[in-house]
């Protein structure tokens, strides 16, 4: 069952794109231009970009009225895999930006999780 995306947010000023399940987070991985936020669970619960109409290859324009996405999240040993699938409401166009991660976050068995924002 998928997890919902309770929160995305996008402050045009500082081109910073934060989305988040609302979890509680256990810790945050500063990856470059990428923070991503951890739960207790040790699974994705929110992730940061800075400077993301550059890093997602997006209008700031477009980035401010995302009406639907999706981001999957697939955990594989040592490494997690990320997708995000953005729903513009420009055009009803759909674009897929690939951000693949290479982190150890303890997981020992592959799994993916997909969680929505409606």
Same mark, same amino acid.
């Given at each position: 069952?998928?997890?919902?995306?309770?929160?995305?947010?996008?402050?045009f000023d500082n081109d910073i794109f934060f989305i988040s399940d609302g979890e509680?987070?256990?810790?945050?991985?500063? /990856?470059?231009?990428?923070?991503?936020?951890?739960?207790?669970?040790?699974?994705?619960?929110?992730?940061? /970009?800075?400077?993301?109409?550059?890093?997602?290859?997006?209008?700031?324009?477009?980035?401010?009225?995302?009406?639907?996405?999706?981001?999957? /999240?697939?955990?594989k040993t040592n490494h997690i895999y990320v997708l995000l699938? /953005?729903?513009?409401?420009?055009?009803?166009?759909?674009?897929?930006?690939?951000?693949?991660?290479?982190?150890?976050?303890?997981?020992?068995?592959?799994?993916?999780?997909?969680?929505?924002?409606?």
């Amino acid at each position: 069952m998928a997890r919902q995306i309770k929160t995305i947010d996008y402050d045009f000023d500082n081109d910073i794109f934060f989305i988040s399940d609302g979890e509680k987070v256990k810790f945050s991985l500063d /990856i470059g231009d990428f923070v991503l936020d951890v739960n207790l669970n040790n699974l994705i619960c929110g992730i940061e /970009i800075m400077d993301a109409s550059e890093n997602l290859g997006i209008s700031k324009e477009i980035l401010k009225n995302i009406k639907n996405m999706k981001m999957s /999240i697939t955990y594989k040993t040592n490494h997690i895999y990320v997708l995000l699938m /953005i729903s513009f409401k420009k055009n009803n166009k759909e674009v897929n930006v690939q951000i693949p991660l290479t982190l150890d976050l303890g997981h020992k068995t592959p799994r993916q999780e997909i969680l929505v924002y409606n």
